[in-house]
């Protein structure tokens, strides 16, 4: 027989040697040059992370203090056996998303525990944060409705806010009275309200006033959504922002992240059983996304278990970062994370170099994560600093002039 000629390329004849130039190409390279003007490029950097907060990159080992590994979890003996038991019993990968190819059993397992530290009827896991937001914010509220979040909510809260089609209203920075204000003007006008707010703040570490904004929901029959991702592991016992003093605050939807002091990856929401039943009925971003691996699952609750099990281990990031900002003479740290800001980007990038040189990893953080003029050091504190690195960053920050006077 005799096949049909066919004019497609052969193999090494597709033309990837010659260079190409089109409208797409040159958009792109007029987007990155007035990316670059403005100092605000961003490359990816192969980096090797290590057991005990180092890194390789290159030639260099560094100590990392800019990574969300809040208890070292993600180098954890116990995770990483409990992934690779569950790889051999489950497989790679899903298949497919949770309601097409069936719910693996260890969704189950990690769902129950996560309701268990939240003190919720029921949780549910997402592929990310990211999709979690994206998906529960448009399932809970539409064009009828009003959304009133602090301005400095992270961005994949906005892009759920941007989804549902509400009317969006920005308070203050923390301030549960300008909620309150905003909500007093605004509330009546619409069918149902969310209130938006991160528990721990990912560029400033501050927290969250929960309890006060809380009172504002219910005093304006709004529901109230916490995003824990940097609380969780981390504040009150590891229950993260929805507890104080070990008793349940009233927050409706508590909201987080598997992948920073759990270890893992994967994002939840714990809140009532028929919230969670509406969820997995009606949030786009959970009915078609593959489900998460078996190895991330397992880990995932594995992690979770130790937060339960090992309270020294979780007042351990607040403690390391409490020591930095002491020895700085810096605001005491509320949380694991503390900002440095410097105003301008280049005086960032050269922050960061120059403690690279030092050895420590710490990212420069510039618009748009943070607001114009606000560029900074974001320290992250983990479990795995010894009192004596926490020491020699302080000691580096402060011959770079770096610290408070």
Same mark, same amino acid.
């Given at each position: ?44 950097? /192969? ?6 907060? &180092?890194?390789?990159?290159? /030639? ?48 189950? +397992? ?8 939240? &003190? ?8 990310? &944060? ?143 059983? /028929? ?60 949380? +694991? ?69």
């Amino acid at each position: 027989m005799i096949l049909p000629q066919s004019s497609a390329p052969l193999a090494g004849d597709w033309g990837y040697d010659r260079p190409m130039t089109n409208a797409l190409d040159d958009f792109a390279r007029d987007k990155l040059a007035a990316i670059e003007a403005a100092t605000l490029t961003r490359r990816l950097k /192969p980096t090797v992370r290590q057991a005990g907060g &180092g890194v390789r990159r290159g /030639p260099s080992r560094l100590l990392s203090f800019c990574d969300n590994d809040y208890l070292g979890l993600s180098q954890h003996p116990a995770l990483k056996r409990a992934a690779m038991d569950a790889t051999e019993r489950f497989g790679a990968g899903a298949g497919a998303s949770r309601l097409v190819t069936g719910d693996n059993p260890l969704y189950q +397992a990690l769902e129950a525990r996560l309701a268990r530290i939240k &003190g919720t009827e029921a949780a549910i896991v997402f592929g990310s &944060g990211y999709l979690a937001n994206i998906g529960i914010i448009p399932t809970l509220v539409g064009a009828d409705d009003l959304i009133v979040a602090d301005e400095l909510v992270h961005a994949c809260l906005h892009a759920g806010a941007r989804l549902a089609r509400a009317e969006i209203l920005l308070f203050r920075h923390n301030d549960a009275e300008d909620c309150q204000r905003l909500l007093g003007l605004a509330r009546r006008n619409h069918r149902h309200c969310l209130i938006l707010t991160e528990g721990v703040f990912s560029m400033d570490g501050d927290r969250a006033p929960v309890a006060a904004l809380g009172a504002a929901a219910r005093a304006h029959d709004a529901w109230l959504l916490v995003d824990d991702a940097h609380a969780l592991g981390v504040i009150n016992g590891g229950r993260g922002s929805g507890f104080t003093d070990g008793e349940r605050l009233p927050v409706e939807l508590q909201m987080g992240t598997l992948s920073k002091a759990v270890g893992a990856y994967g994002g939840y929401l714990a809140a009532s059983r /028929p919230v969670i039943e509406l969820i997995v009925n009606r949030a786009r971003s959970l009915i078609y996304t593959t489900a998460l691996p078996p190895g991330t699952l397992a880990a995932a609750e594995k992690g979770l278990e130790l937060i339960e099990s090992d309270p020294g281990l979780v007042a351990k990031p607040v403690a390391r970062a409490r020591a930095f900002t002491q020895a700085l003479n810096l605001p005491a740290a509320v949380s +694991a994370i503390v900002p440095l800001i410097l105003g301008d980007e280049a005086r960032a990038l050269d922050a960061a170099d120059r403690l690279a040189q030092r050895g420590f990893l710490v990212t420069a953080i510039r618009p748009p994560t943070v607001p114009d003029g606000s560029s900074r050091l974001r320290f992250t504190f983990s479990a795995e600093h010894r009192e004596e690195d926490v020491a020699a960053l302080a000691e580096a920050v402060r011959a770079l002039g770096l610290g408070a006077p």
